[in-house]
T-cell receptor
Framework: GESVGLHLPTLSVQEGDNSIINCAYS??????FIWYKQESGKGPQFIID?????DKRQGQRVTVLLNKTVKHLSLQIAATQPGDSAVYFC???????????????FGQGTILTVHP | ETGVTQSPTHLIKTRGQQVTLRCSSQ?????VSWYQQALGQGPQFIFQ???????GRGNFPPRFSGLQFPNYSSELNVNALELDDSALYLC????????????FGSGTRLTVV
């Protein structure tokens, strides 16, 4: 099957900086995307999602951008805090609007480290 | 209890044995999906259960099987355990046809020795 991949496996930033985590996907049938945060020993925690009929969505301190032309997804975290340190995964769902909702394909993850 | 709960949290098994992992879905959710997450990797989709039937499967052999019960809880069974089956097993619940609210449990850490 097709997979989702990340450009950068690690990202180190200073507290207060903005962070950008990138993700490339290859399945043109993907119509739903989710960003997850995973801390050590825990399950993935939902951050934000976006459907393919949108190119931008904002949450609290986070923004997801979707560029379907180049099959690229990014997560922007504003004013990054030490508590944001974790592994971040993008996940895609092909044909989510049909019968395939919930069958996610994950990328390998980016380790975000925030220094005080 | 409104979140996804999994049991046990940790488990050690011997190669060749069988294991059963359990998942209770979030209140209001009727679909359960299982994932395997090897160390340092992203979760890999194993299969999904809806209306007590398998509703899609990833690239996993038949010795990985599952069940869903009328209360929407689910089990993952793995037979003939191999060392490479050591991983974090995650369960996620959702509502069929409703995009959003896809929620993961904290997982079961399985170690095969």
């Amino acid at each position: 099957g097709e997979s989702v991949g990340l450009h950068l496996p690690t990202l180190s930033v200073q507290e207060g900086d903005n962070s950008i985590i990138n993700c490339a996907y290859s399945n043109s049938a993907s119509d739903y995307f989710i960003w997850y945060k995973q801390e050590s020993g825990k399950g993935p925690q939902f951050i934000i999602d976006i459907r393919s009929n949108m190119d931008k969505r904002q949450g609290q301190r986070v923004t997801v951008l979707l560029n379907k032309t180049v099959k690229h997804l990014s997560l922007q975290i504003a004013a990054t805090q030490p508590g944001d340190s974790a592994v971040y995964f993008c996940a895609e769902n092909a044909n989510a609007g049909g019968t395939s909702y919930g069958k996610l394909t994950f990328g390998q993850g980016t380790i975000l480290t925030v220094h005080p | 209890e409104t979140g996804v709960t999994q049991s046990p949290t940790h488990l050690i098994k011997t190669r060749g044995q069988q294991v059963t992992l359990r998942c209770s879905s979030q209140s209001g959710h009727n679909t359960v999906s299982w994932y395997q997450q090897a160390l340092g990797q992203g979760p890999q989709f194993i299969f999904q259960y809806y209306r007590e039937e398998e509703n899609g499967r990833g690239n996993f052999p038949p010795r990985f099987s599952g069940l869903q019960f009328p209360n929407y809880s689910s089990e993952l069974n793995v037979n003939a355990l191999e060392l490479d089956d050591s991983a974090l097993y995650l369960c996620a619940s959702s509502s069929q046809g409703v995009i959003g609210g896809y929620t993961f449990g904290s997982g079961t850490r399985l170690t095969v020795v």
